[in-house]
């Protein structure tokens, strides 16, 4: 079964940090795009941030300069390392992913199951 499992979410005050951790397993012959999304209650899921295979990245103007989305390709693993987390940015953050299957090379994009991020005033 090819999935994404993520971790890393909880509980922190403002202006701290956390990392949230997505990894991918299954039989996966590749990787494309990897990205974090969030969704705050009654809102729209939003992109965070995305990350090509290629290691470009792309950010919401409202995480510039406070988010860093990396990726390890031998883990199959993407990361979000999110610092001077204000309670705007509490919700249930998704990671996301655009894989080719072995051996039948069929694209899927697949979501993780999400994980809370909660910060408090």
């Known amino acids: 079964q090819v999935q994404l499992v993520e971790s890393g979410g909880g509980l922190v005050q403002a202006g701290g940090s956390l990392r949230l951790s997505c990894a991918a397993s299954?039989?996966?012959?590749?990787?494309?795009?990897m990205g974090w999304y969030h969704q705050a209650p009654g809102k729209q899921r939003e992109l965070v941030a995305l990350i090509t295979s290629g290691g470009s990245t792309n950010y919401a103007d409202s995480v510039k300069g406070r988010f860093t989305i990396s990726r390890d390709n031998a883990k199959k693993t993407v990361y979000l390392q999110m610092s001077s987390l204000t309670p705007e940015d509490t919700a249930v953050y998704y990671c996301n992913a655009a894989v080719r299957t072995w051996p039948s090379n069929r694209y899927l994009e697949l979501w993780g199951q999400g994980t809370q991020v909660t910060v408090s005033s």
């Open positions: 299954g039989k996966i012959n590749s990787i494309n795009d």
